[in-house]
């Protein structure tokens, strides 16, 4: 983990790796000043693509009932007092530029004391889009639960008995993701990217598949994300690969943030050339350091 001495905002940094996804709620709704501070927060995220147009309702309303018709007995456990409904219009990354605002603002609320869990719609995202009363042409890759966490011994064991299913009970090892020069050589980072892809391997996934894989190569540093994953389920869920994609660039973007790091990231199209690289992965983006 990164020297505390060295993070110029150690709160940030502190919320990237402490996030974890928590599915039962004091019941006690946030006060009016809190959600205001929420909705705030949904209005000052980065964008990859600035010309989508991004939007997040708030719903305290009906919420269990949501959950119960997108996920049937699933929805039943989780009990948040409300919920974000963040879509995105637009045609140019779509998931992945939603994955990336939506994950800024998740972190940001970790910080807040604010417990989170994402909910997919990906499966069913027309379902989502006609329940909810979107847009026709809104993406939706999932809703955002959140509250305060619920204290009981009984939330704690539900909570851990879901990270145990989906194999989230151990810290991740950099080496799985991580490869220097060549994507026959996993490595540790280089000192000055540690901190970024410690934050970055931290970041939730859908089914916690972590679909992500890094590439350090001529100063660069490559994402992608495998193809295919059958843990994702199949058809349109296979897509939350590119929202997982956004949601793991967010919080490289956080980390060099709360780092005093500059960089930018460059999606990428079928005509940028990158390293050569295994046919299961998918080239997604690069992140250019200052």
């Given at each position: 983990m990164a020297n505390p001495t060295d993070v110029?905002?150690?709160s940030l940094y502190r919320a990237i790796m402490a996030r974890r996804s928590v599915r039962r709620y004091d019941a006690q709704p946030l006060d009016?000043?809190?959600l205001e501070q929420v909705l705030a927060l949904a209005e000052d995220v980065q964008s990859l693509v600035p010309a989508n147009r991004f939007t997040v309702r708030l719903r305290s309303d009906v919420v269990r009932q949501d959950l119960v018709t997108l996920l049937g007995a699933y929805g039943r456990?989780?009990?948040?007092p409300h919920a974000l409904v963040p879509y995105l219009q637009g045609t140019v990354h779509p998931l992945t530029d939603l994955g990336y605002r939506v994950e800024q603002v998740v972190v940001r609320l970790t910080a807040l004391g604010i417990a989170t869990c994402y909910i997919g719609t990906l499966p069913h995202e027309e379902q989502a889009r006609n329940l909810l009363e979107l847009p026709a042409d809104a993406r939706i890759g999932a809703l955002v639960v959140f509250g305060r966490a619920a204290e009981t011994a009984g939330g704690?064991?539900?909570?851990?008995?879901?990270?145990?299913?989906?194999?989230?009970t151990k810290p991740p090892v950099v080496e799985r993701f991580f490869f220097l020069e060549r994507v026959d050589h996993p490595a540790q980072p280089p000192?000055?990217?540690?901190?970024?892809?410690?934050?970055?391997?931290?970041?939730p996934s859908a089914c916690n598949v972590q679909p992500w894989r890094f590439l350090w190569h001529d100063n660069c540093l490559t994402l992608f994300v495998l193809r295919h994953n059958p843990r994702y389920g199949p058809g349109a869920a296979q897509?939350?690969?590119?929202?997982?994609?956004?949601?793991?660039?967010?919080?490289?973007?956080?980390?060099?943030?709360?780092l005093g790091m500059y960089g930018r990231w460059q999606l990428?199209?079928?005509?940028?050339v990158v390293p050569p690289y295994p046919p299961a992965w998918l080239p997604l983006a690069q992140l250019i350091l200052a």
């Open positions: 110029r905002d150690p009016e000043a809190t456990l989780i009990t948040p704690r064991a539900l909570d851990g008995l879901v990270r145990s299913m989906v194999g989230r000192t000055q990217l540690r901190p970024l892809i410690e934050a970055a391997i931290r970041a897509q939350y690969n590119l929202y997982d994609g956004g949601i793991v660039m967010a919080n490289i973007t956080l980390a060099m943030e709360a990428l199209y079928d005509d940028v």
